[in-house]
Structures are given as C-alpha cells and as structure tokens.
T-cell receptor
Framework: GQNIDQPTEMTATEGAIVQINCTYQ??????LFWYQQHAGEAPTFLSY??LDGLEEKGRFSSFLSRSKGYSYLLLKELQMKDSASYLC????????????WGAGTKLIIKP | SAVISQKPSRDICQRGTSLTIQCQVD?????MFWYRQQPGQSLTLIAT?????????ESGFVIDKFPISRPNLTFSTLTVSNMSPEDSSIYLC???????????FGQGTRLTVV
C-alpha cells in the first residue's frame, strides 16, 4: 500500500529551529512536496524535492533521501506566524499529477 | 502557477438539501481534483474531474452523492447531495500544473450541515 507518516504535533519556541520529518512508502516516486496550511485556509506550496539533497529557500529548507524514503522540512528563526499545519505529499508514478498526502504536522510556536 | 476561484467560501445548509461548489481556474488544466478535509485532518481525495469524461471517484465516494461536472478545461463543479451533518467539512478543489505539477488550491468551501 501507499503510506506517508509524519508527527501529529510539534511545539517550538519563537526564534528557534524545528525539523519536521516525513517518511513514505509509495508505488514509485516522482517528487515530494511540503505545504503549509494555516487554520481555515487552503494549503500553500513551500518546497519540492525530486533528487536527493537539501533545497534551501530562505528560512525554510527541505531534505530528501530517496533510498530511505525520508524527507524533512527545516524551519529556522521561527516566527509566530509559522504556527500552522505542515503537509508532506508524494507524487507516485501510478497516477499523473495526483498526490498522496500525509496527515499533516501541527506546529505550535510559543513565545 | 494557477489561480483558482472557488465559491461559495462557506455555507450553512439544512439536512436533505444539496450544495453545488464551483471552481474557476485562470488557465486550462487537464485534471482537477476535489478534496474533503475534516477539522484537524489531512486531505481526502473525493474524485478526479476530467474534461469530456466522467469523474473518477475514490473508494468510499460515489457519483450519486458527489456528482461532478467538468464542462471545459477551466471550470468544474462538485455537488454535495442529500446532505447530512456528517458532510460538514471543508471542500477544496485543486489542480496540478507546471513542471513540478505542484498542487494549487482554491480557497476552500466551509460547509456546515444543520
């Protein structure tokens, strides 16, 4: 079957660094996405990895290891506005454009 | 990228009635996706809407309950039929486009059935 696992909830302090992990088991692999979703809003795109390694974009970075079926999203210099759910999604090779979604990690930022 | 306009943004409906949700995309896309998201949970795919053919439904979702129209490459509707309180949820339309085929979402429809 196809499965994506990520922690349900994490708490971090403003100004700190947090790493949100995602492991996946899918039929083939054609890219991994991270999305941010604030309460009551639609998900918005954060990052994309298709090759192994680290992709950096400002305060956010995403890492991928295809051999391990593993990714993480790293958030630096945390701000209160980073409090949101972070969704990991994988595109398998079974279907074009259809993404398999993780359950999301709710990140709570404390002052 | 793609910009999706989804209407209505929210509605409160009586049980037994139906609600039609519309999504308009600013560019032509091959496939549109309809999701449901229960509070605090992730996205559950209802169906994939293809232009010129019937929608493809995921396990647990049927056409009689969630009829979908896709009259052209920029527009789709999802109807939630014969609603019950269990249908209260956020409904999202989405498209995948671009080199990465990343997902873009409409603003969502927050449905409450009373």
């Amino acid at each position: 079957g196809q499965n994506i696992d990520q922690p349900t909830e994490m708490t971090a302090t403003e100004g700190a660094i947090v790493q949100i992990n995602c492991t996946y088991q899918t039929s083939g692999f054609n890219g991994l996405f991270w999305y941010q979703q604030h309460a009551g809003e639609a998900p918005t795109f954060l990052s994309y990895n298709v090759l192994d390694g680290l992709e950096e974009k400002g305060r956010f970075s995403s890492f991928l290891s295809r051999s391990k079926g593993y990714s993480y999203l790293l958030l630096k210099e945390l701000q209160m506005k980073d409090s949101a759910s972070y969704l990991c999604a994988v595109r398998s090779t079974d279907s074009n454009y259809q993404l398999i979604w993780g359950a999301g990690t709710k990140l709570i930022i404390k002052p | 990228s793609a910009v999706i306009s989804q209407k209505p943004s929210r509605d409160i409906c009586q049980r037994g009635t139906s609600l039609t949700i519309q999504c308009q995309v600013d560019s032509q896309v091959t496939m549109m996706f309809w999701y449901r998201q229960q509070p605090g949970q992730s996205l559950t795919l209802i169906a994939t809407a293809n232009q010129g053919s019937e929608a493809t439904y995921e396990s647990g979702f049927v056409i009689d309950k969630f009829p979908i129209s896709r009259p052209n490459l920029t527009f789709s509707t999802l109807t939630v039929s014969n609603m019950s309180p269990e249908d209260s949820s956020i409904y999202l339309c989405s498209v995948g486009t671009g080199n990465r085929a990343e997902a873009f979402f409409g603003q969502g429809t927050r449905l409450t059935v009373v």
